[in-house]
């Protein structure tokens, strides 16, 4: 029904105007605080006038209508400590320093997943979902790979509950990673987390890249963290290769990223897994290296004033690694799993290095790469004798288990005995245990070589080992 009076249209539009003035009236709005940049100090950015919770984002203007991404990390005497995510050039002191709106900017992002909270404000927002299979996104959910943006994915806070450590399911499942050394000797459990231990240069990357192209894992998520740059698409292309990368997501944080950007990398490739693990699938996260996130928080937190405790890590360095590597694991009730490999730097080849001491005492395992190994052209490199994985008495048969041991005490005899051996010393017939292991030990290099485009099966590893311990036919290669 239309009518001719214009009062009579102007009072309906007065008082819808009325009720929605009403409805916004009785929302609750948050206080919105700035403050102010007053210091700049190598790493580490001080602000004044912010009450913005440690680990939120923060907008710090850098003039022309650009703006620097900073997380704060700690506060004294009503200052805010800020560490910068990207380049600080431009900032200047006095400069604006803001709350991050509730949604981190991406552009090229998708949908957002739900409607804004006010309460969100500052809380760090990254991209989660089957859209990133296939992809190389960095540390902050960007894709790098050139292939257009992201689809079907959730902008998902990153700021999530750990796990009841009664209700994750025991690991009780081997899992079939294609390597033979590790397949027969030291068996991985499904849900196991496990250390690869080593210096520069021995051949870590390519043995990440062999289990995650012959590993039974439905997605396989890597984060590159703090390595050289050049390596990113060198792993991608040529190690992962096209049938891995199609199940893959890999989260790149080179070595020229601010600390925050590494750390921030290192959480991300942990939440993707577990997205994927809470959905029911089976997940391998490898991870090079565990040593670059903590030599990204000992940036951080000698920046911050925080004191040097062991060979120059503050304690942070140590409790952050447990905070990260046990988010990993079998999901609650059976539901889905991850499967951890982190590689850990060993500097000079010391195992006693803090890092690689302290990611001992907390992984499931670990697998030590060998420089001798190495240099005599054996690959992969593993040394038999000082790796453990210590759920393989779980995941295997007491025959698997047996046969296990019994090659490492001929492998370890042999070595122990190897000088007398070279120098003509050892006289046949001394002592059988060592007689056997001699006659075995050209069988057992055979066994534990492989070269990085053959795999190897759990089943026919376990069939081989049985063979080669087994008396009367150790003498004959598998």
């Not at 590597?325 to 889905?336: A, D, I, P, T």
């Amino acid at each position: 029904m239309t009518t001719d009076n214009p009062s009579a249209d102007l009072s309906v539009d007065w008082a819808l105007f009325l009720d929605e003035i009403g409805q916004r009236a009785r929302l609750p709005v948050p206080l919105e605080t700035r403050g102010t940049l007053t210091r700049l100090a190598g790493l580490v950015l001080e602000a004044s006038g912010i009450r913005s919770p440690v680990g939120s984002q923060c907008l710090i203007d850098a003039g022309d209508g650009q703006t620097v991404l900073a997380e704060v990390v700690g506060f004294s005497a009503g200052r805010a400590f800020l560490m910068p995510a990207g380049d600080v050039r431009g900032l200047s002191p006095g400069a604006a320093v803001t709350p991050a709106p509730p949604y981190r900017p991406l552009p090229k992002l998708g949908h957002p997943g739900r409607a804004i909270n006010p309460s969100d404000k500052g809380v760090l927002r990254l991209p989660l979902g089957n859209g990133l299979l296939g992809r190389v996104v960095d540390a902050h959910g960007q894709p790098m790979d050139g292939q257009g943006p992201l689809a079907d994915v959730d902008a998902i806070p990153m700021d999530q509950q750990p796990l009841n450590a009664m209700e994750r399911e025991p690991i009780r499942t081997p899992l079939d990673t294609g390597v033979r050394c590790i397949n027969s000797l030291l068996t991985v459990g499904r849900g196991q987390r496990i250390g690869l231990f080593a210096g520069s240069g021995v051949g870590k990357s390519v043995l990440l890249g062999m289990m995650a192209r012959y590993t039974q894992a439905d997605v396989i998520v890597v984060g590159l963290i703090g390595e050289r740059g050049r390596e990113v698409k060198e792993f991608i292309e040529d190690i992962l290769g096209a049938d891995g990368r199609s199940r893959s997501v890999v989260v790149a944080a080179p070595a020229d990223a601010p600390p925050l950007v590494r750390m921030q990398g290192a959480a991300y490739a942990t939440a993707v897994a577990e997205h994927f693990r809470d959905q029911g699938q089976h997940v391998l996260l490898l991870m090079d290296s565990l040593t670059r996130y903590a030599m990204a928080q000992r940036e951080i937190a000698l920046a911050i004033g925080e004191p040097p405790a062991t060979k120059g890590y503050p304690p942070s360095c140590f409790a952050k690694l447990p905070s990260l590597v046990e988010r990993s694991g079998n999901g609650l009730n059976g539901v889905g799993s991850i499967t951890a490999f982190y590689t850990v730097l060993s500097e000079g080849d010391d195992q006693q290095d803090p890092i690689a001491d302290a990611a001992r005492a907390i992984l499931d395992g670990h697998v030590v790469l060998s420089r001798s190994l190495a240099e005599a052209g054996h690959f992969p490199a593993i040394d038999v004798e000082q790796s453990a994985s210590r759920v393989m008495n779980n995941v295997t048969t007491q025959a698997h288990w047996q046969a296990s041991r019994r090659f490492k005490a001929l492998y370890s005899r042999y070595q122990k005995t190897r000088d007398l051996i070279q120098l003509g010393v050892y006289a046949k017939g001394s002592d059988a245990e060592t007689d056997q292991a001699i006659a075995l030990f050209p069988a057992m290099q055979a066994f534990l070589a492989q070269d990085m485009n053959e795999g190897a099966p759990l089943n026919t590893c376990i069939a081989d080992l049985m063979r080669l311990v087994s008396p009367g036919l150790g003498a004959a290669r598998p």
